[in-house]
């Protein structure tokens, strides 16, 4: 009798033994889990959409697509391309957290007076979103990078309506072309070419 007591004692604490080195080996899982969702959540925008390059090529092929655009790109006849993809690279790595300053004019004095619609402004998020789609940039960093511009369509729609492939006013001022020093050190800081 007292050695069936003895076995089942022993039975008891090897159990809960297993027990407990399963919940603890579970709890350090769950505990690694988090850091790893931690440090994923630590990447700045910038660096989980793919760096310098990464946003370099997203620019490329979206300034493509909007000078290609018969819904906005009368809005760009008298502008630089270059001086357009520069700035825009600029501000895509600033906004985003990456290691850039934006030097270009501010919004509202860069499309003052070229009266974009409503329905102009939403063509070209329309092309930001078909080059993020093409980079399958996923869902989640896609959002967070129409989030971060969104928010300037009050500073740049100076016309309220769906209208597309509205005239720019023939009196409107395009702002000057690069100098050779930002020519020379590229967006990014003189590190790439752009
Ligand atoms: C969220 C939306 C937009 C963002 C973030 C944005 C951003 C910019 C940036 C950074 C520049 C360069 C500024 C500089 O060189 O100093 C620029 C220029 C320009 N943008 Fe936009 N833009 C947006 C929407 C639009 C729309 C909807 C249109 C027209 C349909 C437009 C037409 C232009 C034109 C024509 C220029 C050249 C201006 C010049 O030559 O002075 N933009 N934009």
Redesign the pocket.
Known sequence: MKSILKAGVAISLIAFFAAATLMSAARAGAAQDKMMGAAAQDKSLYERLGGEAAISAVIDDFAARVLADAR?NQ??A???PE??V???KE?VCAVTGGPCK?T??S?TK??HN?K?TEG??N???EDLVATLDKFNVPAKEKGEVLAA??P??SQ??EVKGDATGTP?PADF???PPLTDKQKKEGPFGGKSKM
Do not use: C, D
Request: hydrophobic fraction near 50%; proline fraction near 3%; glycine fraction near 6%.
């Open positions: 906005i809005k760009f008298k502008s630089n001086r357009l520069f700035h825009l501000q934006y270009g004019n919004m860069t499309h070229m974009v102009e402004f063509a070209l998020v511009l969104g300037l369509k740049i729609v720019l001022k395009p702002a």
